[in-house]
T-cell receptor
């Protein structure tokens, strides 16, 4: 059981470049989440998905898009990266379709936008 | 919206109990209290949760006041590996800035 995996672990982008952060879970969880964490700050929710085929905005969705490809995978896309998106990105999953609850987190992707 | 208030930092001597407080005075009747911790820059790790009764698991105990306006996470015998940021969460996605616990040898 790998739990929640994220790729890549590190990424450096130039302003305006695009990229997709990948997340997969092998726990058969229904709900998945993307958070960002800026230095010295708590986590902020970007998007979440209560079940396959559904996505909803969180606290800070601007500049991001998501895709719930199937039950296992939930990707986060930056279409035109900006320095303000420099952050650590965490993916998480939880069992129920009622979102929240006990969330299992991945190791994070550390993104720097120059 | 039920948000939480936690002290920014605390110290605890190794081997002693660490008591981490959390205020959630605007909590609704059906909202659970969840605790997570984040060691260094790793992903947060779930610790425990409760609704109104006290809870205990292999990691910690959770004491919730009768009026549910506050709670305390107790690590009964803190070790150096418990040094982390501890988050108390009521509003389900709001992690806040947590309490940075340092366990001192």
């Amino acid at each position: 059981n790998a739990g929640v995996t994220q790729t890549p672990k590190f990424q450096v982008l130039k302003t305006g470049q695009s990229m997709t952060l990948q997340c997969a879970q092998d726990m058969n969880h229904n709900s998945m989440y993307w958070y960002r964490q800026d230095p010295g700050m708590g986590l902020r929710l970007i998007y979440y998905s209560a079940s396959e085929g559904t996505t909803d905005k969180g606290e800070v969705p601007n500049g991001y898009n998501v895709s719930r490809l199937n039950k296992r995978e939930f990707s986060l896309r930056l279409e035109s990266a900006a320095p303000s998106q420099t952050s650590v990105y965490f993916c998480a999953s939880s069992e129920g379709t009622r979102t929240g609850g006990e969330q299992f987190f991945g190791p994070g992707t550390r993104l720097t936008v120059l | 919206d039920a948000k939480t208030t936690q002290p920014p930092s605390m110290d605890c001597a190794e081997g002693r109990a660490a008591n981490l407080p959390c205020n959630h005075s605007t909590i609704s009747g059906n909202e659970y209290v969840y605790w997570y911790r984040q060691i260094h820059s790793q992903g947060p790790q779930y610790i425990i949760h409760g609704l109104k009764n006290n809870e205990t698991n292999e990691m910690a105990s959770l004491i919730i006041t009768e009026d549910r306006k506050s709670s305390t996470l107790i690590l009964p015998h803190a070790t150096l590996r418990d040094t982390a940021v501890y988050y108390c969460i009521v509003l389900k996605f709001y992690f806040g800035t947590g309490t940075s616990l340092t366990v001192i040898p």
